[in-house]
């Protein structure tokens, strides 16, 4: 028996070589960002320390406006990024439907000729991410929203006993939907790598790398991580 898989004429195993690199790079990505090494922790995880320390002391602040402020632009920022993908996700299904206008423009750039079918899986391959991102996002505004219940319902007297057991209840909830929305942008970066595969594998390959390296450099290298873990006297 032939045991050698038989793919279509405009698929090759350098396709599915960068396809399996990129998933494997968003999957390891993903476990390395929240499953740090404990010498060098990501800024996701520097962060968790923040978000409780800010419900520490938010129990003693008075008034709470500020609080409630932050915790606003937070759902804003979750709900533009729903919004986009949701834009982004009508115009991927519009150009399903047009792949043969996306076969002219490769044609233009001495493309090789892709049948329209293997179009829509790349199309589809985008999809999937940003339709992850949105579900993400979604869940980090809901999760924003159960966090502002929880700081409703912290008592105004710091001495109460339920007040900082309730802010701890609200910063672990805070801290869950940071790590949903951090997900959801990374279901953007490797997003936006997967449209490489429009132009061809290596492209493909180039841009998941690419993302791979902007992605572990912001949460493992960046300005930001030396500032966050710079610790004042």
């Known amino acids: 028996m032939d045991s050698v898989v038989n793919l279509p ?41 923040y978000r409780r320390e800010w419900m520490r002391h938010f129990v003693t602040r008075n008034p709470r406006l500020f609080d409630a402020n ?24 519009a ?21 329209a079918l293997i179009w829509e899986i790349k199309i589809v391959v985008v999809l999937f991410f940003v339709a992850n991102a949105l579900l993400r996002f979604i869940w980090a505004h809901r999760l924003f929203g159960y966090c502002a219940i929880l700081i409703a319902a912290v008592p105004n007297d710091p001495d109460d006993p339920l007040a900082y057991p309730r802010a701890h209840q609200a910063a672990e909830i805070n801290i869950t939907a940071a790590k949903s929305f951090n997900s959801g942008l990374r279901c953007v970066y490797f997003a936006l790598g997967a449209l490489g595969w429009l132009a061809g594998p290596l492209v493909l390959l180039l841009t998941t790398l690419a993302v791979l390296a902007v992605t572990l450099r912001r949460e493992f290298a960046s300005g930001s991580r030396r500032a966050i873990l710079h610790r004042m006297p």
């Open 95 to 115: 150009m399903i439907g047009k792949t043969d206008q996306i076969a002219g423009v490769a044609r233009q750039f001495d493309i090789q000729h892709v049948p």
């Open 70 to 93: 932050i915790l606003a632009s937070l759902r804003e920022g979750t709900a533009f990024f729903a919004s986009a993908c949701l834009i982004a996700i009508g115009g991927g299904l």
């Open 9 to 49: 004429a405009s698929v090759s195993y350098f396709d599915l070589f960068a396809l399996v690199l990129l998933f494997g790079s968003w999957l390891g990505a993903g476990w390395l960002v929240e499953h740090p090494p404990r010498s060098r922790p990501s800024v996701s995880v520097l962060m968790r320390d």
